[in-house]
């Protein structure tokens, strides 16, 4: 039964679809039926007047039976209407719309489609105004199923475009930005014609957006949408001259945001824009710049913050002092940190105190805290080897040349436990050889070598006494 009725269904159309190419632009004037269909066109237009397609397919069945009944019957009789209104063509679509939204036959909606698309033939063919229904036909075949995303659909919307120019309506800018990102995704179209498509569409835009008062907006929205539909091939199909007309009003709006700077800056270059081009020096010197603000408004936040990293950084710029304190402030501040962390900043502290500061004494107490927080990091021990040495300068000479042997020691222990000092133990150890304690002077105070003798001065330490060869 099912593949009866939609053989009847067929038939019946395809009867209406032969009459009305016999006659398509047939009207009503001046033939014994013009009662007949005139009284059946007021009839549907009682109807449909005013109405869209959403509400005709609301109406209730016997009341869209009707009207559709007497559309029929007034476009058989009279394709045309009087000659000066394309109503039963316009309403017929509308019609068959609605009736295409409420049935599930895919048969059926096939069927309907394509009556859809003739009497958007017929009209152009009876009443002109062929950019706009092509237009409209195009629109329409896209959002069928049995049409979308096909050449013919692409085809009218095409003709739609180059006929229509700047009258085209914005209803197909969407559209096409998403079937012309389709083809050539596909390879159904190449890369020049995208692009001049594309760009007809975007002039359309533009023109409306300044010229049309009344739907300048909706030429804007369709157009916003259109650009995010194609946005996926947009590197592909165009060039710097595309990106930088696109871009450059982004640019210029907000040269001061680094973000959107960089944004155009990069995508310019990704794009093929020479970067030797004046804009483009401009711009990356703009961003530079700004990174640069960024990044010392940043820098400034980070060491206010955190006194660890102000202290290393003020020591770079020879701060000393100021080092000094922003160093005792992390010591003391409740930032994590473990012990080889700590161990890092004495050892920073020492060094200041010994090196800049000319206080060997504080710089020994922070050394030795460095080395007794971590194992297997030899330089702290050179540091303490340094300290003594210089400790020793303000000492007698005999006091001085045991600082050195405390000194040497803390080298070669340096050393032993870490290779990677090795060559700078190796370095102190061979400019104090020549210091080391005279084997006579040891006689002069009964003191043999191998002796472990206390070592004043401030050094604490006892050392084993070896003489110089």
């Not at 021990?381 to 001085?400: E, F, H, Q, V």
Request: glycine share 6%; net charge negative.
């Amino acid at each position: 039964m099912k593949e009866l009725r939609i053989s009847l269904i067929a038939l019946s159309l395809s009867v209406l679809f032969a009459t009305a190419a016999g006659a398509q632009c047939e009207t009503w004037n001046g033939k014994p039926f013009e009662e007949e269909a005139t009284n059946a066109h007021v009839l549907y237009r009682g109807v449909v007047k005013g109405k869209t397609v959403a509400d005709l397919e609301a109406l209730p069945e016997e009341e869209f039976k009707i009207a559709y009944e007497n559309w029929e019957k007034a476009y058989k009789l009279a394709p045309a209407a009087d000659g000066q209104r394309p109503s039963h063509f316009s309403d017929g679509i509308d019609l068959l719309k609605a009736k295409y939204k409420k049935t599930t036959d895919a048969e059926e909606k096939k069927a309907i489609a394509e009556r859809i698309l003739t009497l958007y033939d017929q009209q152009i063919e009876c009443y002109e105004n062929e950019a706009f229904l092509l237009g409209r036909k195009g629109f329409d075949m896209f959002y069928m199923p049995e049409y979308g995303f096909r050449q013919s659909t692409y085809d009218v919307m095409k003709a739609a475009v180059e006929k229509g120019g700047n009258d085209a309506e914005y209803i197909l800018l969407e559209p096409m930005g998403q079937i012309l990102a389709y083809f050539f995704k596909s390879g159904k179209i190449e890369q020049p014609e995208a692009q001049e498509m594309y760009s007809k569409l975007e002039a359309i835009a533009e023109y409306n957006q300044e010229n049309n008062d009344t739907y300048g907006e909706y030429y804007e929205a369709s157009k916003a949408r259109m650009d995010n539909a194609f946005k996926e091939v947009e590197d592909q199909v165009f060039d710097c001259g595309y990106f930088k007309k696109k871009l450059m009003p982004q640019y210029e709006e907000n040269p001061t945001d680094l973000e959107v700077v960089k944004y155009v800056y990069v995508k310019l270059r990704q794009q093929g824009c020479d970067s030797t081009e004046t804009f483009m020096q401009e711009m990356k010197s703009n961003y530079e710049q700004l990174a640069k603000a960024v990044n010392d408004s940043l820098e400034t936040a980070r060491r206010e913050r955190n006194a660890c990293y102000d202290a290393t950084q003020l020591q770079k710029e020879g701060k000393y002092d100021e080092a000094l304190a922003r160093y005792e402030e992390c010591l003391n501040s409740d930032q994590e940190m473990d012990d080889e962390g700590r161990a890092q900043i004495y050892y920073s502290i020492a060094s200041i105190k010994l090196y800049r500061k000319n206080n060997a004494g504080g710089a020994l107490s922070a050394a030795r805290k460095a080395a007794s927080l971590t194992d297997g990091w030899g330089r702290p021990y050179l540091l303490i080897g340094d300290c003594y040495a210089k400790l020793g300068r303000n000492c007698d000479d005999w006091t001085s040349r045991l600082a050195i042997l405390a000194a040497m020691e803390k080298y070669r222990y340096a050393k032993s436990v870490d290779g990677e000092v090795a060559d700078d133990a190796d370095k102190r150890l061979s400019q104090y050889y020549g210091a080391m304690p005279e084997k006579q002077e040891g006689f002069m105070r009964n003191v043999s070598e191998g002796q472990q003798v206390s070592v004043g001065c401030g050094i604490g330490e006892t050392v084993t006494v070896r003489f110089k060869d």
